[in-house]
C-alpha cells in the first residue's frame, strides 16, 4: 500500500497531462481495492468491508461509477495541490438506487481509499439515518480537520466558522476535502436545515472539495430536484418551500446497478467468501446436483432481482427468504413457474 501511495503522490505532483495521471490513479485504487478485500483484513484491520456487498470492480455492473466518483477525487486533490478551482461543471454526485445494491459501501469503500491513496484529501462519511440531532455536519467536518491540524480554532476574519470559511482554510492548506453522505433523504425529511444549508454551501464552493451522497431510487431523485410535494414521500411541506434545491447546486444523478448479467454473477461468486455452485446446488429450493451453472445463476436472479443483500439472504437462509416482509408483501413477485418455491 505504501508504494502504491508513493506513486499516487507522483501522479498528484504533475502539472501537465491529467487525463492520463486520473486513468492511472484509477488503476491503482483498484490494486489498493483488490487488498481490502484481502480475507487476512477481516480480523486485523478497520479497513475491511463485507466481500458480499463490496462489489464495484471492473467487471461489475457499477464499474463506470466506481472509476468516475475515483476520477472525481483524484482531480478535487490535483486542484488542491496546484491551487486551481474545481473545473468540472458539477460539485458532487447523487446515488441513487435499491437498498439492498451496495450504495453504503461504495461510499464507505471511496472514504477507505482516499484516506489510504491521497494524502492531501480528508474524507468524511455520514449515516444520516443515525446523525445526532445534537452534532451537525460542519462539526463532523472541522474536528476531522482540527485532527490533522488544517482547520485550527475559529475562522480570523469573522470569529465565526461556517462551510465556506472551513473550506477555505483547508484550501489554504491544500487540502482537498470529500463529504460523503449516506443515507441523504433523511436530512430532509427530518428537521436539519442547518445541514441542509452546510450542503449546498459545501457544493456551491469552487474550492477542492467534492460531494457523494447516496439514497433511494424513489427519494433521492425527487429529494435533489425539490419540485414538488408528491415526490417527496412524507416530507414535511415546509421543506420544500425552505430548503434549497441541490440541483441547482449542480449534484448529479447517478444510478446504482444491480446484478444483471450472467458475467456479472460468474465474476461475484469467484470469491468464494461470496458463496459457490456448490453451495447454490445445495440449497433446498434447488437440491439438484445437476443444475447448469447459467440455470442457477437464472433462479437466482429471478428470485432476486440481482440485489446484493437479498442474494446473501437467499444463501444464507433460504428458508427466512422466503418468509420475509419482501416476499410476504409482493415486493419481489415471483414467475409463475416459480411460484411454487414460495408456497
Not at 462551510?163 to 428537521?191: G, N, W
Request: proline content about 5%; glycine content about 6%.
Amino acid at each position: 500500500m505504501c508504494s502504491m501511495r508513493q506513486e499516487v503522490i507522483e501522479l498528484l505532483n504533475q502539472e501537465d497531462r491529467e487525463t492520463a495521471a486520473s486513468e492511472r490513479f484509477v488503476k491503482i485504487a483498484l490494486e489498493a481495492r483488490h487488498c481490502l478485500e484481502s480475507p487476512d483484513l477481516q480480523q486485523k484491520s478497520r479497513f475491511y468491508l463485507p466481500p458480499d456487498l463490496m462489489f464495484n470492480g471492473e467487471c461489475s455492473p457499477n464499474y463506470d461509477l466506481f472509476s468516475e466518483c475515483l476520477r472525481s477525487m483524484f482531480s478535487s486533490a490535483r486542484n488542491a495541490l496546484h491551487s486551481s478551482e474545481r473545473n468540472e461543471n458539477f460539485s458532487g454526485l447523487a446515488v441513487s438506487g435499491m437498498r439492498g445494491t451496495g450504495k453504503s459501501v461504495l461510499l464507505q469503500t471511496l472514504a477507505v481509499l482516499g484516506g489510504l491513496l491521497l494524502p492531501n484529501a480528508q474524507t468524511v462519511y455520514v449515516n444520516a439515518q443515525s446523525l445526532p440531532t445534537s452534532r451537525c455536519l460542519l462539526e463532523y467536518l472541522q474536528s476531522s480537520l482540527d485532527a490533522i491540524g488544517v482547520v485550527e480554532g475559529n475562522d480570523e476574519d469573522d470569529g465565526n466558522v461556517d462551510m465556506s470559511s472551513v473550506i477555505a482554510q483547508a484550501s489554504r492548506r491544500e487540502c482537498a476535502l470529500f463529504l460523503m453522505i449516506d443515507e441523504l433523504p433523511e436530512l430532509y425529511t427530518k428537521d436539519y436545515e442547518a445541514d441542509w444549508r452546510d450542503l449546498c454551501s459545501f457544493l456551491t464552493s469552487t474550492g477542492p472539495s467534492f460531494a457523494f451522497v447516496s439514497g433511494s431510487s424513489s427519494a433521492l431523485p425527487a429529494v435533489v430536484r425539490n419540485r414538488s410535494e408528491a415526490e417527496i414521500t412524507g416530507a414535511d411541506k415546509k421543506y420544500l418551500a425552505e430548503f434549497p434545491s441541490l440541483n441547482d447546486n449542480k449534484l448529479q444523478v447517478r444510478p446504482m446497478h444491480p446484478l444483471h448479467t450472467l458475467s456479472h454473477y460468474q465474476t461475484y461468486f469467484k470469491d468464494p467468501r461470496r458463496g459457490s455452485i456448490g453451495d447454490l446446488q445445495n440449497l433446498p429450493t434447488v437440491n439438484s446436483s445437476q443444475a447448469s451453472e447459467e440455470d442457477l445463476f437464472t433462479r437466482m436472479h429471478l428470485l432476486t432481482g440481482g440485489n446484493l443483500r437479498m442474494i446473501r439472504q437467499y444463501l444464507r437462509a433460504p428458508e427466512s427468504f422466503f418468509s420475509s416482509s419482501a416476499m410476504e408483501v409482493g415486493l419481489l413477485e415471483l414467475p409463475p413457474e416459480l411460484a411454487y418455491v414460495h408456497r
